[in-house]
């Protein structure tokens, strides 16, 4: 593959498919999983992440089946499953034993599906905005999932995303995702993730919500008080069914704490992941 724009990485044979990943650092790997949002790859959700966690970590952030620059399956079929085998696969094909996750939204379920079924293979966990417990889907997440593409639409879904729309909601970024979001085959792929009801979405992602008390992994939930998308009452939920975990919320802030608190973000990711290494 012709590496074209910033978010096309290296490639490896993973879950059945060629996986888009980016890596960078050494030393105790940390591997990110984005979000569910149309348009999204690894490096649009952690490229500001990357450099500074990469300066303490060995970082790895890939596509998940279905998203960014991996290879579409021959047939639209997804779910917690999927996701969670895609991401166990990976880090086999890495080489990774074990490893801390990072989980946004969508990722974040992903992560706890994995700590729950392969604790072994799971250090420390970071959940932000996260998915994986039950709630009543908003507005915002319905607007997500129901995306059709139009640069339009996508500026409205950015000013769901953001707090500070006059800051994140740019023509140039409403652009370049809607050019992301139509890449062939990606908005069948996408539309067939999370059809209606779309609640049905939300349970399905939290099929391990009655076994997350059995988790003992050191957890950071990061949440933006004021996100649109995944209501703070889901990162509550989980700050009390796991047993060791600590929730930072951050003000002025929406689903998109990596981007709109980068500085702050970082520092505080890094510090918890890396606490005791000194």
Known sequence: MTQTTPEIGKSIHAGGMMTNY?????????????????????????????????????????????????????????????????????????GIKRAHLLGNSMGAAVALAAAVTHPEVVDRLVLMGPMGVRFTITEGLDAV???TPSISNMKRLLAIFTYDHDRFVTDELAELRYKASIRPGMQESFSSMFPQPRRRGVAA????????HELRAP??????????????????????????????VFGHCGHWTQIEHPKAFNRLVRDFLTEGTE
């Open 219 to 248: 957890t950071l939930i990061v949440h933006g008080r004021e996100d649109q998308v995944i209501p703070l009452i889901s990162s509550q939920k989980l700050l009390h069914v796991l047993d060791n975990a600590q929730l930072h």
């Open 205 to 212: 992602l939290a099929a391990y919500e009655d076994r997350l």
């Open 22 to 94: 980016h890596e960078a650092g050494s030393d105790t790997p940390v591997i990110l999983i984005h979000g569910s949002g149309p348009g999204v790859s690894a490096w649009a959700n952690w490229r500001l992440a990357i450099p500074y966690l990469s300066e303490r970590l060995h970082v790895f952030a890939y596509d998940q089946v279905g998203f960014g620059y991996s290879e579409l399956p021959a047939q639209h079929v997804y779910g917690l499953g999927r996701w969670t085998e895609h991401l166990l696969s990976f880090m086999q094909a890495v």
């Open 145 to 147: 999932w129901g995306h």
